[in-house]
């Protein structure tokens, strides 16, 4: 796996890289970076050149002035394409991620040629009014005895398996990276008007979540129903954090689906 950073409108984007072949570019959640890939990049690098980078404001990545949004992430993802000469390229996302997905294939249908949609809660109007009055997900304050992280812990700690402690500690380490402005991200997805948008995805779609995923599952039938052609996959035995919990089988279905994809030339 090769590092690199490319420049963009917002500063620079930092990115991983492995493999060979097709772009593939993967989105994480927030507030992870990169890493949330680190063991899926090495099976799909196997068959595609597989590039893993960190969001806007997120890992290495700069920081946007102003108020970060889901159009925001989106002009990373798409300078970052510029800078490294993708014309074409396929696009896997995990919840934040997802919803940036959604965006990047709406703004350019014509270079997207496949998308993978992984836990991806449906943002319309219904959504926004319900999450309006939902308590923050990670969002904590700075205290002098370092208790902030155990409440940092503690907010994540009912979505991920009690027996991986490791998955939680690397949300953690991500999360202190951005811990000043980390609920940006969810607060970007939640004011994202995705109806408006969604219709605009013309590249063939896959839509999965893992069966333990309680907080974007019950959307993913509205989501496949707003795109035609959509197929959707339930991941067995995970949930929220499907994408490093349960790396092969995720790597396994996104592999599966983009090799039934035509042939590029």
């Known amino acids: ?28 959640q927030t507030p992870r970076s990169w890493d949330e890939y680190r063991d899926v990049l090495p099976v799909l690098g196997e068959e595609f050149r597989v590039v893993a980078m960190d969001t806007l404001g997120f890992g290495a990545s700069a920081r946007p002035d102003g108020r ?33 997905a959604v965006e990047v294939a709406a703004t350019v249908p014509e270079q997207v040629d496949a998308l993978v949609l992984s836990g991806m809660p449906f943002v319309d109007a219904e959504r926004r009014r319900i999450v309006t009055d939902r308590p923050p997900i990670d969002h904590v304050e700075s205290c002098s005895d370092g208790s ?50 969604i219709s605009r995805v013309a590249a063939p779609t896959l839509a999965v979540c893992g069966e333990l995923d309680d ?21 067995p035995g995970t949930g929220v954090p499907s994408v490093d919990h349960a790396p092969e089988l995720f790597a396994a279905t996104v592999r599966a689906f983009l090799l039934d994809q035509p042939a590029r030339v």
């Open 215 to 235: 907080f974007s599952l019950p959307d993913l039938p509205k989501l496949v129903a707003a795109i035609p052609g959509a197929r959707s996959e339930v991941l």
């Open 148 to 197: 902030h992280l155990t409440r940092l812990w503690q907010n994540r700690a009912p979505y991920y398996p009690a027996d991986r402690p490791d998955l939680l500690n690397r949300l953690v380490r991500d999360a202190l990276v951005v811990l000043d402005r980390v609920e940006e991200g969810h607060d970007a997805v939640n004011r994202y008007h995705m109806e408006d948008r």
């Open 1 to 28: 796996m090769k590092h690199g950073f490319a420049d963009t409108r917002h500063g620079q984007v930092h990115y991983v890289e492995h493999g060979t072949g097709h772009p593939v570019i993967l989105l994480h």
């Open 68 to 100: 970060w949004s889901i159009e925001i992430f989106a002009s990373g993802v798409l300078d970052l394409c510029d800078v490294l000469g993708f014309d074409q390229f396929s696009l896997v996302g995990h919840h934040t991620g997802a919803v940036t």
